[in-house]
């Protein structure tokens, strides 16, 4: 088979090809990609993570930590971008532009590179560095006089002096606010030590425009306050916050609660604290700004170039991609190839072999191996249960062909006379014969699904006492009690032929397997929106192995297929087909020596006095069009001929 088809349209073939297609384009992709994504990060690594660029960003938040507005700051934004060579622009957070060196019209890059905020962002205490907190050199209300300046200058020499006396060295730095600070020589504010001569505590006490800042800003954080259920009026003071060394321009003066803290509750007055500061700060500062850098103007852009050396390692690196791509298919594509042959030798095998094929993996190629095994089972199954019909077939026509022709036989050779005795045996054969042959066609047309209904509204009292009316010589002359019984007046939109038929098949079971004396009850009622329909005898009953082969064609829990003591095989599954024909199921419970009740589950509908609907014909699958005469009704052959339960 595989050497019948070409090289191209090989299952293998066209697995490499196509990982071969894939991994060729992922590889071009991915190198491609890569030598972009290098390119634009190259161009932004330069564009704005320069160390310039914090130095913007400096500048300008300071240049709105001591201006209400960003009026005038073109000047400034046109002095920093000659400075770097860089694009700056200023927009507000909708981007609405306040300044921008580009001429007008430039598109603005898509993300902006910071946002200026001295309110929020501290840009001036580490250089390079964008710490949380207001930046110091928003002083606003806190910012002194010139004569508080000279005064506490005056304090801050004096102060030094005194240290100095001691052998404390020190040095003056003055915030942005004009207050001076000393600290050591390696930039700390915390001079450790400080003698009692020094601490007059006048150098620290805050000047009238402090105390007049710090008094504002307790009154804005005592709504704060006694929402989070603190003290309101905490005391305020201003401190020294020095960042580390070499930072010493960095001095400022804080304002901060006179007694420290720790703990949840600790931290909601520090949040108070620094919201009132933010708000009491707002109007001397400019509002924030997105900042956005880009190049140099026209200056082209910066490309990666890959040395041979790259390009070497790259190429490399391909083609071992592209090898381990085509190995690994191709042992993927033999293993998906392997069972899919095995699956071919095994469906090429004669018939008769049933040929398995070994279920290896968990996979679709195991599924279908399964579904195969499965497949070859049914039909070694169908092809025993074949045979079996054509020998039971066999089987049940020879035995009435046989006494016809024997007795055609003698009669002709003159060893019988013809009387009316003899005529009447060899019509009861030709009954049997006609019985078997419409049994059979009932179950072909049931298979083709030409099985022709004539549905109408049926009583159900109606039809149980119509065909117990039938089979009331037959039981009697059995010894066995037959009996309706009849819950309401429940209706079924059903062929009534068919119906009878179908029980008719199931009463003449019943009283073959039912001793003298016994009884056979069929019985109707109504089970929701449902119909169901029982035949219940007091017989020999079945053992519960053959309650699944009941309704099987020519099975019969006797195997001797004596019509003493059984029919053809055919009724129950004649019963089977009409009844799902009409849209129900049958089922069957059983006792060993107790006796056996068939129950028939229809479709029913609302009794009334008057039935529903008017009788339509319709072509249900399960058989072929019948005349109004069900089986029972074409004759009725003496009680050992009536057709036997095909499954006890």
Known sequence: MSGRIPLRKRLLVRLLIAS??????????????????????????QGQVLADDMDVLSRLSGYAAVHPDWTGVEKTVRELSAKTGRRIALTTADRTPIADSAPPGTSL????????DPLRTDTFSERGAQLGGTDPRVVGPYRLTAGERTKLDALARERQHCFAQ?????????????RPVLTQPEGSADLGYVPDACADGRLNTPMPTEEEALIALQKEARGCLTRAGLEPDMPLALGADLTPAGSLQATAIAPAFVKAGEGKAWRAAQACLDDARRAQLDPYV??????FLGGGGDAPAVRFDMSPAN???????????LAVTVAVTAVVATRLVRPLRALTEAAQQPPDRHVRVPVTTRDETGILAAA???????????????RAMVSDIAHELRSPLTNIRGWLEVTRDGVVDPDPALLASLHDEALVLQRVIDDLRDLADADAGTLRLHPEPVRCDELLDQVAAAHRVAADAAGVSLRTAVDGTPWLNADPVRMRQAL???????????????TVTLAARGDGDSVLLEVADTGSGMAPDDLAHVFDRFWRAEKSRSRRTGGSGLGLPIVRHLVAAHGGTAEVTSEPGTGSVFTLRLPGTAGQDEP???PTASVVPGGSDRSDSAPAERGTPSPRRQRGRSGT
């Open 109 to 116: 890059p898509r993300s902006a590179a910071a946002t200026v």
């Open 166 to 178: 001691f052998g404390i060295d020190t040095s003056l730095t003055r915030t942005p606010s004009g």
């Open 286 to 291: 400019a509002p924030a700004a997105e900042l």
């Open 372 to 386: 195969f095994n499965e497949l070859t089972e049914r039909r070694e199954r169908l092809e025993a249960q074949r």
């Open 311 to 321: 390009k070497t390692k790259v190429i490399g690196t391909a083609g071992l991609v």
């Open 612 to 614: 529903p609907g008017e």
């Open 504 to 518: 008719g098949n199931l009463v003449s079971n019943a009283l073959r397997h039912t001793p003298a004396g016994g």
């Open 20 to 45: 071969g297609l894939i991994a060729v384009c992922s590889v071009a992709a991915t190198a491609w990609l890569a030598v972009e994504t290098t390119t634009r990060a190259l161009r932004e690594e």
